[in-house]
């Protein structure tokens, strides 16, 4: 009598799941590597990343500065460091990666990926991980340089920030692709993006805070896209979104829920509208 005997192969990384998590892994930094060294070879992407944001935040100061006088208690200071946080994040991930949408796909760049191993999402995702990175970095030395010249306290609560630095970045990536379909060339992203931008930098609390706008307004300035995770960061460092007094961490929460559930919306809308309109080529 014989006995079968079965030899196991080699785990392919489909069977794998370590080996399929460090093979997406390779392929994002891969994509991310040479997005990179196109975003560094691109002096006016470079401009619009770096330097525009940092022009504008010195532009903030003296709004703010203005609008202290006429409103008193106003804290200057924290809507200093959440208006720059928001004026990076805006510009750096939502505009510069509508730019890099539209160049890659009329370089048929993103055509010619598709045909590889990299799934649609890999290939959205990687294209933005130099932009997303900058941005985080920028965030960071903000947070750092606020913290120090300005003698802000720690943050209430670190992971609600994270949660609304993720949000806001998540939600920016998908607007972004949104804008890319609409947008037929590098040069005309200036314009495609204009109502973005513009509703952000004064219906999102970062150039005219929410706490002097008239109740209805603010009200419906709450709604708009990029507003609930940019107070959710507010709310993580501060512990207040202007609305109240501020809170310990175990308050913060409820602070945020409202911001969390409108968030989550237009996260989930930015998504389906990605999925529903990006274009992969160029226009025939």
């Given at each position: 009598m014989t006995t079968a005997t079965t030899t196991a192969g080699p785990q392919s990384p489909r069977s794998s799941g370590v080996g399929l998590r460090s093979t997406v892994v390779r392929r994002l930094l891969a994509l991310g590597r040479a997005e990179g060294v196109l975003?560094?070879?691109?002096?006016?992407?470079?401009?619009?990343?770096?330097?525009?944001?940092?022009?504008?935040?010195?532009?903030?100061?003296?709004?703010?500065?203005?609008?202290?006088?006429?409103?008193?208690?106003?804290?200057?200071?924290?809507?200093?460091?959440?208006?720059?946080?928001?004026?990076?994040?805006?510009?750096v991930v939502y505009y510069n990666l509508t730019a890099a949408y539209v160049a890659r796909r009329g370089e048929l760049v993103l055509k010619r990926l598709r045909t590889g191993e990299a799934r649609d999402i890999e290939i959205l995702v990687g294209t933005a991980v130099p932009s997303v990175g900058l941005a985080l970095l920028m965030c960071g030395v903000i947070g750092v340089v606020g913290a120090t010249a300005l003698h802000l306290t720690?943050?209430?609560?670190?992971?609600?920030?994270?949660?609304?630095l993720a949000l806001a970045v998540a939600t920016l990536m998908a607007l972004a692709a949104v804008s890319s379909a609409f947008t037929r060339t590098v040069e005309s992203a200036g314009?495609?993006?204009?109502?973005?931008?513009?509703?952000?930098?004064?219906?999102?609390?970062?150039?005219?805070?929410?706490?002097?706008?008239?109740?209805?307004?603010?009200?419906?300035?709450?709604?708009?896209?990029?507003?609930?995770?940019?107070?959710?960061?507010?709310?993580?460092w501060f512990g207040t979104d202007g609305s109240a007094?501020?809170?310990?961490?175990?308050?913060?929460?409820?602070?945020?829920?409202?911001?969390?559930?409108?968030?989550?919306?237009w996260l989930?809308?930015?998504?389906?509208?990605?999925?529903?309109?990006?274009?992969?080529?160029?226009r025939r």
């Open positions: 975003l560094l070879r691109n002096r006016t992407a470079l401009f619009t990343a770096v330097l525009l944001p940092v022009l504008l935040i010195g532009g903030l100061k003296n709004v703010l500065d203005q609008q202290a006088g006429s409103s008193p208690g106003l804290d200057v200071d924290s809507l200093l460091v959440n208006g720059a946080v928001g004026m990076v994040l805006a510009f720690a943050p209430v609560n670190p992971l609600l920030l994270v949660v609304g314009i495609t993006t204009m109502p973005v931008l513009l509703l952000t930098q004064f219906g999102s609390g970062l150039f005219v805070p929410l706490e002097v706008m008239p109740e209805r307004l603010a009200d419906i300035c709450r709604l708009l896209p990029a507003t609930p995770a940019f107070q959710l960061v507010r709310v993580g007094a501020p809170t310990g961490f175990a308050g913060t929460w409820a602070t945020a829920a409202p911001h969390l559930v409108t968030g989550s919306v989930a809308l930015a998504v389906w509208g990605a999925v529903r309109y990006f274009r992969w080529e160029p």
